[in-house]
C-alpha cells in the first residue's frame, strides 16, 4: 500500500490549496479513503473522508465544511482535497489515510495506513 501526497505549502489567511493523495497498491475502490490533520500539540483529528464503493459515510469536519471539498478520481486512484477560506487554525500536518474498510469515520483506530504527510502553513 502506498499514499503519496502532494500539494501542501505556505500560504495567507483567506487563500486555497489543493492536496492531492494517489493511492496504489491495493484495490483502492473496496476502501474509504480521506484526510486527517495533526496540528502541534494535538491530537489527529478527520477532516474528511470519502467512501468506497456502497460504502456510507463521506463527511466533513465541522470547522471546515463548507470551504473544504473531497474528490476522488480513478486510473490512478486519487483523492483531492480542495481547501478555500484558509484560516491559520488551518495550520497542521496533512495526513492521508486509507480506512479498514469502505465506510468513513472520524477514528484514527478504523485507519490501516497513513501517508507520511503534508505540511500545510496559514500565515500572515
Known amino acids: 500500500v502506498q499514499l503519496v501526497e502532494s500539494g501542501g505549502g505556505l500560504v495567507r489567511p483567506g487563500d486555497s490549496l489543493e492536496l492531492s493523495c494517489v493511492a496504489s497498491g491495493f484495490t483502492a475502490d473496496d476502501y474509504a479513503i480521506g484526510w486527517f490533520r495533526q496540528a502541534p500539540g494535538k491530537e489527529r483529528e478527520g477532516v474528511s473522508c470519502?467512501?468506497?464503493?456502497?460504502?456510507?459515510?463521506?463527511y466533513y469536519a465541522d470547522s471546515v465544511s463548507g470551504r473544504f471539498t473531497i474528490s476522488r478520481m480513478n486510473n490512478p486512484s486519487t483523492v483531492n482535497l480542495d481547501m478555500h477560506g484558509l484560516k491559520v487554525e488551518n495550520t497542521a500536518v496533512y495526513y492521508c489515510?486509507?480506512?479498514?474498510?469502505?465506510?468513513?469515520?472520524?477514528?484514527?483506530?478504523?485507519?490501516?495506513?497513513w501517508g507520511p504527510g503534508t505540511q500545510v502553513t496559514v500565515s500572515s
Open positions: 489515510a486509507r480506512y479498514r474498510a469502505k465506510d468513513c469515520s472520524r477514528s484514527v483506530d478504523d485507519v490501516a495506513n
Open positions: 470519502f467512501r468506497g464503493r456502497d460504502g456510507t459515510g463521506n
